[in-house]
T-cell receptor
Framework: GQNIDQPTEMTATEGAIVQINCTYQ??????LFWYQQHAGEAPTFLSY????GLEEKGRFSSFLSRSKGYSYLLLKELQMKDSASYLC??????????FGAGTTVTVRA | ETGVTQTPRHLVMGMTNKKSLKCEQH?????MYWYKQSAKKPLELMFV???????ENNSVPSRFSPECPNSSHLFLHLHTLQPEDSALYLC??????????????FGPGTRLTVT
């Protein structure tokens, strides 16, 4: 089976930076996704990485190292509305998407 | 309506009941998915349909029965469920399940409670 690990919870202060790490062991690799899920709502797409390096989208950036089976999501200039669960998901050689359990980020004033 | 919609949003059913969950996508996508989300656990893929054909059944018990009459609609028929089946059931769609870069768009989910 696939193995995707990410921390369960993180807490940070408004305006700060938080880095959510994700490590994975999958049967082949066809891309890594990050999703945001607010409590009681649908997950929404944040980023996609398939090549090594950093992808930047406004306050959010995502990094991938395929050789290390590692990614991180960087949230800058944290806002209260960023309090949510962040899901790491990896697509394997058969294009099947497997999710981590999610990291709950709490932003405090 | 835009995006992916699911009905009902909440459902309470007994173990002997039969009910159905409905999902509709308004994005012109060709692939649809059912996921189960339990507290503190990863999203579990249940079924995948691509161009109305089922391409994945992730060892789901037969008390869950999917139906995909066309690319825009997906149903999950439920019968004789167990209390451990209580969870959030999420529907998603994407352009094509066979293309790696296409992200999935999720519906708001149905919160199911089996009593």
């Amino acid at each position: 089976g696939q193995n995707i690990d990410q921390p369960t919870e993180m807490t940070a202060t408004e305006g700060a930076i938080v880095q959510i790490n994700c490590t994975y062991q999958t049967s082949g690799f066809n891309g890594l996704f990050w999703y945001q899920q607010h409590a009681g709502e649908a997950p929404t797409f944040l980023s996609y990485n398939v090549l090594d390096g950093l992808e930047e989208k406004g306050r959010f950036s995502s990094f991938l190292s395929r050789s290390k089976g590692y990614s991180y999501l960087l949230l800058k200039e944290l806002q209260m509305k960023d309090s949510a669960s962040y899901l790491c998901a990896v697509r394997d050689r058969d294009y099947k998407l497997s999710f981590g359990a999610g990291t709950t980020v709490t932003v405090r004033a | 309506e835009t995006g992916v919609t699911q009905t009902p949003r909440h459902l309470v059913m007994g173990m002997t009941n039969k009910k159905s969950l409905k999902c509709e996508q308004h994005l012109g996508h060709n692939a649809m998915y059912w996921y189960k989300q339990s507290a503190k656990k990863p999203l579990e893929l249940m079924f995948v349909y691509n161009f109305k054909e089922q391409t994945e059944n992730n060892s789901v018990p037969s008390r869950f029965s999917p139906e995909c009459p066309n690319s825009s609609h997906l149903f999950l028929h439920l019968h004789t469920l167990q209390p451990e089946d209580s969870a959030l059931y999420l529907c998603a769609s994407s352009q094509d399940s066979g293309r790696p870069s296409y992200e999935q768009y999720f519906g708001p989910g149905t919160r199911l409670t089996v009593t």
